[in-house]
């Protein structure tokens, strides 16, 4: 009948699927057939390991679950003459689904189901054409990716567009500003906490906070800040304490 068919396909696609890592992280329930519903004595009948898959209830992955949900809501999409019928038959359903055919070719239940772009790193970035990267977005890049990106800058000559030195520019700024902030905060907070009011003290509590943060820092804009802005920050830090102490 209909419903051993469409099981058929749920584990065809599944089956079909291990080979494949993309972009967009396709719906899989591989993992979970794996390590729940193929063990000794398993029903290992396509029926068989639907059922099992349906059954597990919260122990299902999101991935899994996006699978079963992706299939049920383009089974029309996924027989007859839905635009990825014959995919389905040869077990690449899924691919079709999510990467080959356009989004407005599927029926308005399958695609609100589809798993959205979950492009990461240079894929995401460049998804529109290649372009120079700010310094938030190469810091999400993996290993790999900085190695595709420092090298396709060193060929296009590395020089930055004045919009991307602007950009960068604002950003190290604003990072800047918020650390300053945060640093403040925490100093203020020590010397009100009991630190003593004194340049020594709060200079050091400065230095302090300033290397924490520069320390979590994984965009590499901070830079450590100089004796000048030490001294700043701490007299700033004690004029605002002995407010907070004074209303206290």
């Not at 967009?24 to 794996?34: G, I, R």
């Not at 679950?65 to 635009?83: I, P, Q, R, Y």
């Not at 993996?142 to 595709?148: H, R, Y």
């Not at 000559?157 to 030195?165: C, D, E, N, R, Y």
Request: proline share 2%.
């Amino acid at each position: 009948g209909g419903s051993t068919c469409s099981s058929m396909r749920v584990v065809t696609i599944a089956l079909c699927l291990v080979a494949m890592v993309r972009a967009v992280q396709l719906p899989s329930c591989e993992s979970d057939t794996d390590e729940h519903c193929v063990g000794d004595g398993a029903d290992l009948s396509p029926e068989g390991i639907n059922t099992c898959l349906e059954g597990l209830g919260e122990k299902r992955s999101d991935r899994c679950n996006s699978f079963l949900a992706v299939n049920k809501a383009c089974a029309a999409d996924l027989k007859g003459d839905g635009a990825c019928a014959s995919a389905a038959m040869d077990g690449e359903g899924m691919v079709c689904l999510v990467q080959r055919v356009k989004p407005e070719q599927l029926s308005e239940e399958c695609q609100s189901t589809l798993p959205k772009d979950e492009l990461k790193g240079l894929q995401k970035f460049w998804k529109d054409g290649k372009r120079m990267l700010d310094i938030n977005e190469i810091a999400d890049l993996n290993a790999d990716d900085k190695d595709t990106y420092n090298r396709w800058k060193k060929k296009k000559g590395g020089a930055k567009s004045a919009k991307a030195k602007e950009r960068d520019y604002a950003i190290k700024q604003q990072k800047k500003e918020q650390t300053v902030k945060q640093v403040t905060q925490a100093v203020v907070d020590a010397l009100v906490a009991g630190g003593d009011m004194t340049i020594e003290v709060a200079s050091a509590l400065v230095k302090k906070e300033g290397k924490a943060q520069l320390d979590s820092d994984m965009t590499g804009t901070l830079k450590p800040f100089t004796k000048g802005e030490i001294a700043g920050l701490a007299k700033e830090a004690i004029k605002l304490a002995k407010k907070v102490k004074s209303e206290l």
